[in-house]
């Protein structure tokens, strides 16, 4: 065996049996660039926890809520009326009402009904008063009481005689566009584009530091833009995917319209996956632990998930902070989103959001590449 | 024959400290030649891996100087790197790269890189070619960490405790490999804490202890500077029997230690020693326990220096 007989061997060993290596062509400039992009995207493929938050939690989301959420052709809106005297007359009078299909009555116990009304059972108690005549008991607050309260005594009224002073009549139009799954999609995309920047480069730098692989790259002459150019531009790619997958769901399963060109709408989400990628890289550059850059990055994200306007519209906070919540990038990029896909606005009317979307990006990158830490 | 050769690596008066108290070298001066493998030895936390870091230019230096080919880190960063092949201690490769991907991602940082088929056949991962790193065993892993230094065909060849945690013939595969890349005319730094690994690899060695360079030199020379080449162990009942001066005083002997109530002699010749040894031990009717003879290690040479065991076990 060769290392036992090293010992008697010259100092130097000699060149004499050695196979020479041989080498490839030059490698290009763009060579590591395009290394460290595929490996990053085969990494990412290849991991099924990123498939699964990235590409099948959106869907299960949009899904889940498009459901729960969906519009019904015409609710039914349900009313207890209590038992006792003069009870036959006002189920009568409901029955013989035009709009009677949309109701659903039930009979109980005053005590019950009040109850059951409180548990949001029922949307209106009508209870008959003593003489003649009905009172009714309705939640001012809930919406669907309220409009309860003005079927059912619009109703009653026209079945027991009420003449309309005006003559009019109704055309149905309900288009897609103004549905809650239609808010939700642009929303749930910008969220989504948010989530896999941060953590796909935010942590997935930090845990390359924790695993010293960081250290080896920077022994090797790798360029170290080109290191970071790779891992944001390999969230490129990955975009696309979800971009496609996203909206194609909300057309095929809920018969959403893109009214805005496809070309906008990938140009706003590149802008958007570029920034939080840059804003990633910013939370990454320096945290030594997995668990610390987690913490960080959730403190990032978690204003973004309640004012930037994923599930529900921002007009709904108080007028003092809506200056700050439209300085979020995350409110630019689902604004940006919302007003391409749902209104069809141009490009260029939406170039202050992108603007300030881009101006986020790029001050996260320049900071990050000014404290980054290799080792 | 060394005194003409090129010097690869030289530092002169290395010191590091961190944190302005934390001294892990404290003026190291280190020449190795083109062509050596070279072993910097010692225990854990003497000040091996921040000196080769420094050495990888991956540490700045406190004080002192560092050259590599005659060039400074400071003003050849790109251009020393290109010919620097290293595997740093505990660096965790990409889990979900094949072996061929992880080899083919770090050739291309390299202006021309050696075919990632031909590495893989010197470095016997061939089979592994398709694996995840993930699913490489820890030999397997090894290899591949000096696989991707090998890659870029580098001149030099940086080793940080390469062969820690290994099996015996994951090692003895290793040490092929370092030795192949020295018959090409490489030079190979390593660090190690294993004697038996700086006798067989290394043609020289500097035993650092508290980041300084306590010997250097061929091993075969620091053992014979031991005075002896040769090791008697033994272990006797009654303790006055301790005093190493008694033992000095025995033929052919060049140093004393005890350890544990074991004494440990260097002698020059062992058959000269050992009847000295049970006519004095029959004269004071103390009962031999345990008698054993070996050959010197560095790890005598080491304990001799310090007083200290190279690993505690």
Not at chain 1, 3 to 19: F, G, M, N, R, W
Not at chain 1, 31 to 50: F, H, T
Not at chain 1, 140 to 166: C, F, H, W
Not at chain 2, 200 to 221: K, L, M, T
């Amino acid at each position: 065996m060769s290392y036992l007989s090293l010992e008697h061997e010259t100092d130097v060993a000699s060149a004499k049996d050695a196979k020479l290596p041989t080498l490839s062509s030059k490698n290009s400039r763009w060579a590591g660039y395009w290394q460290l992009m595929m490996a990053r995207m085969k990494e990412m493929w290849r991991e099924p926890e990123v498939i699964f938050w990235v590409f099948v939690f959106p869907i299960l989301l949009a899904l889940g809520l498009g459901i729960a959420f969906r519009n019904k052709p015409a609710d039914v809106y349900r009313v207890a009326i209590v038992g006792g005297e003069g009870d036959t007359h006002a189920l009568d009078l409901l029955k013989a009402s035009l709009q009677g299909g949309s109701v659903r009555t039930d009979e109980l116990p005053l005590a019950d009904a009040l109850n059951q009304f409180r548990l949001g059972k029922y949307d209106l108690v009508v209870v008959p008063k003593a003489g003649s005549g009905f009172e009714y008991r309705y939640d001012p607050v809930r919406p669907e009481s309220v409009l309860a309260r003005t079927v059912v005594n619009d109703a009653m009224q026209a079945a027991a005689g009420r003449k309309d002073a005006i003559q009019v009549s109704s055309k149905a139009s309900s288009e897609p566009g103004a549905r809650y799954i239609d808010f939700l999609i642009p929303g749930l995309l910008g969220m989504n584009l948010m989530n896999s920047g941060m953590w796909g480069i935010g942590f997935a730098l930090v845990q390359m530091r924790q695993r010293k692989l960081l250290k080896r790259f920077v022994a090797t002459p790798m360029r170290r833009g080109d290191f970071l150019l790779g891992l944001v531009s390999s969230r490129l790619g990955l975009m696309l995917v979800e971009l496609a997958l996203l909206l194609g769901f909300g057309v095929i399963a809920f018969q959403m319209r893109v009214v805005g060109s496809w070309a906008s709408v990938i140009l706003i989400s590149a802008v958007g996956a570029l920034s939080f990628g840059g804003l990633g890289l910013l939370t990454a550059s320096r945290a030594q632990k997995t668990e610390t850059v987690s913490g960080l990055i959730n403190v990032v994200m978690m204003p973004m998930w309640m004012f930037s306007g994923v599930f529900f519209s921002y007009e709904r906070f108080p007028a003092v902070i809506q200056p700050f919540v439209k300085l979020l990038p995350l409110t630019m990029l689902n604004d940006a989103l919302r007003a391409t896909i749902l209104g069809g606005a141009s490009l260029a009317s939406q170039g202050t959001r992108l603007l300030i979307l881009l101006l986020w990006g790029a001050v996260s990158y320049a900071l990050a590449l000014r404290w980054f830490r290799w080792t | 024959m060394i005194q003409t050769m090129d010097v690869a690596v030289r530092c002169r008066n290395l010191r590091m400290t961190y944190d302005g108290k934390v001294e892990a070298v404290r003026g190291l001066d280190l020449q190795i030649l083109t062509g050596e493998c070279f072993g910097l030895l010692g225990p854990n936390g003497a000040g091996k891996t921040t000196t080769i870091e420094i050495l990888e230019g991956l540490l700045s230096q406190t004080s002192g100087e560092v050259e590599i080919l005659g060039k400074t880190w400071k003003d050849h960063s790109r251009e020393l790197r290109e010919v620097l092949g290293v595997s740093l201690q505990e660096t965790r490769l990409p889990e979900k790269l094949t072996v061929r991907e992880t080899l083919q991602l770090f050739g291309s940082f390299y202006r021309y890189a050696r075919p990632t088929l031909e590495v893989m056949n010197e470095m016997a991962l061939t089979e592994k070619a398709n694996s995840w790193v993930g699913k490489l065993s820890g030999g397997q892993r090894q290899r591949l960490a000096v696989a991707t230094a090998l890659v870029a065909n580098p001149m030099l060849l940086f080793l940080d405790e390469p062969t820690t945690g290994l099996d015996p013939q994951s090692r003895r595969q290793l040490w092929d490999i370092l030795r192949q890349f020295q018959r090409r005319g490489g030079t190979v730094l390593l660090t190690t804490h294993y004697m038996d690994e700086a006798e067989r690899v290394c043609n020289r060695v500097a035993v650092i202890d508290h980041g300084r360079a306590i010997a250097s030199g061929r091993p075969a020379e620091l053992i014979e500077e031991l005075g002896g080449q040769q090791m008697v162990e033994f272990e006797t009942t009654g303790d006055s029997w301790g005093a190493s001066d008694r033992w000095r005083s025995l033929p052919g002997v060049e140093t004393v230690h005890v350890e544990e109530g074991r004494v440990m002699l260097s002698v020059r010749e062992t058959h000269e020693t050992i009847p000295a040894l049970l006519a004095a031990l029959q004269k004071s009717g103390a009962r031999l326990l345990r008698l054993t003879t070996r050959q010197a290690s560095l790890e005598d040479v080491f304990v001799r220096l310090t007083g200290r065991r190279l690993r505690e076990e």
